[in-house]
Nanobody, 124 residues
């Protein structure tokens, strides 16, 4: 049984940082591209970032480039999202997701496993 468990969300002020973590089990983690998505209230789910098998390739949505950094530790089956200079617009539930194959994708439909999400709230 595949499980993705996010942690690290919380309530912070604009300009602060948070580090989200996702622990994976039940899958051969090193063979999955990992992604982070988010969904704000009343909004569609949107892609945030993705990282390929070995961590050599990353991608980000434009609004978080230069502020967020994705990383993975294949020995620990974890993927992290370091979020700096947070803005109120970053407020959302953040989800970790896994897709097989080594190609990064911004389409949530290509990800087969999802975590339960962790809330990030950024106050102004």
């Amino acid at each position: 049984q595949v499980q993705l468990v996010e942690s690290g969300g919380g309530l912070v002020q604009a300009g602060d940082s948070l580090r989200l973590s996702c622990a994976a089990s039940g899958l051969t983690f090193r063979l999955y591209t990992m992604g982070w998505f988010r969904q704000a209230p009343g909004a569609e789910r949107e892609f945030v970032s993705a990282i390929n098998w070995g961590g050599s390739g990353t991608s980000y949505r434009d609004s978080v480039k230069g502020r967020f950094a994705i990383s993975r530790d294949n020995a620990k089956n974890t993927v992290a999202l370091q979020m700096n200079s947070l803005k109120p617009d970053d407020t959302a539930v953040y989800y970790c997701a896994a897709k097989d194959g080594d190609s990064r994708s911004s389409s949530g439909d290509e990800y087969m496993y999802w975590g339960q999400g962790t809330q990030v709230t950024v106050s102004s």
